[in-house]
Structures are given as C-alpha cells and as structure tokens.
C-alpha cells in the first residue's frame, strides 16, 4: 500500500500561529514618599514622541491606501495597525477587510433598490409617472 502524504502547500488556508509577545520589561521600584522622581519627565517625553511616532505612521499608511485607492478610510486603517500590533495576521486581516467592504457594497445597493422601490410605489399611488 502507497501512502498518500499531503503537502502543507495543499490545503488552500494555512493554520497561523502568532509569535510569542516580547517579555514584558521589569518594573520600576516605586519611590518612597518624600524621594523626587526625575524620571516623570522623561515617561511624558516618550509618550508624546510615541504619539507623534503613532500618528505619522498612520498619516503614511492612510496616505499609500488612498494612493493605491483602497477606499479604506483612516478609522479602518487605525483599527488594522492596532489589530496587526497585537499579533493579528495581515493576510486574514485583508480577507476580514475585503469581505465587510464587499459586504458594506451589497447592503448599500439593496437599500438603494428599497428605496427607488419605495419611490416608484409612491409615485404610481399618486398617479405620476415614473
């Protein structure tokens, strides 16, 4: 008897597993009361060159989706960093992305149907022509 192996290029979605997260750094002693803490300022400091850091990634990114005409706006591409910051796959993501935008299409053109429907119904009540 011959032993069929599958290869893992045959199944169409490959399983994926996130790496591990980073070990979380220790934590600062905190001070006594009385002792002065120099480092405040130096944790302000980091939160806002992060955040200037943050939004200048996002300003990139949403600039190469308009450019590539995505029609992704700058909400949905905030959500997708912050979902790809914590482990989220990028392949699955764009899967989850492209199926609500082909989702959000269809319901906008069935309520455009309902409502030319609605319409037409009016106006034949009133007795115009449509």
Known sequence: Q??????????????????PPPPLPPDRSIPERGEE????????NVVKISARKGKKVLDITHEMSRILDCG??????????????NGADPESLAVVVKELKREAKRL????????????????????RRV
């Open 37 to 44: 803490d120099d480092d405040d300022n130096d944790n302000d």
């Open 2 to 19: 011959q032993q069929r192996m599958s290869s893992p290029r045959s199944s169409r979605y490959r399983s994926y597993s996130p790496p």
């Open 72 to 85: 992704v706006d700058r909400e949905t591409v905030a959500v997708c960093i912050s979902l790809l910051e």
């Open 108 to 127: 906008r053109e069935s309520r455009e149907r309902a409502t030319t429907t609605r319409m037409m119904m009016e106006n034949s009540r009133d007795g």
